[in-house]
C-alpha cells in the first residue's frame, strides 16, 4: 500500500511539475488533464516494468516511450512543441525513475 501511495504522488508531483508551463502559456484543460494523466500512468509503468535495472534509465526509458505518441500527435498540429514535450520527459523520467525505484524497484 505504502509504494502505490508513493507511485501515486510521485506522478502527481511530476504531472504538476509538466504543468507549470502549460499553465503559463494558457494551454486548453484537455492538454493538462493529458499530461497530469500521462505521468500517472508513465509512473505506474515505471513501478511495474523494469525495462533495465537501472532505475534511473527505467524511468528515462518508459517516459520517453509513453510520450511519443502524444508528442508526435500534437507536433502534427503544433510543431514547436515538440521539444518542450520531449525536455519534460527526458527531465522528470529519470527523477520519477529514481524515486519510485528508491521506494521498492518495480515488480
Not at 508531483?13 to 502549460?22: F, R
Not at 535495472?53 to 528515462?60: D, F, R, S
Not at 520517453?64 to 520527459?89: E, Q
Amino acid at each position: 500500500m505504502k509504494k502505490q501511495l508513493i507511485v501515486l504522488i510521485v506522478g502527481l508531483a511530476a504531472g504538476v511539475l509538466d504543468l507549470v508551463p502549460l499553465i503559463l502559456v494558457g494551454a486548453p484543460i484537455f492538454n493538462m488533464a493529458a499530461i497530469l494523466v500521462f505521468w500517472l500512468v508513465a509512473c505506474l509503468f515505471m513501478a511495474k516494468t523494469g525495462l533495465v535495472k537501472n532505475t534511473i534509465l527505467n524511468g528515462l526509458l518508459i517516459a520517453v516511450l509513453l510520450m511519443m505518441p502524444l508528442i508526435l500527435t500534437v507536433s502534427a498540429v503544433n510543431p514547436k512543441d515538440f521539444l518542450p514535450m520531449l525536455s519534460m520527459a527526458v527531465i522528470l523520467g529519470p527523477i520519477a525513475g529514481w524515486i519510485i525505484g528508491k521506494a521498492g524497484g518495480s515488480d
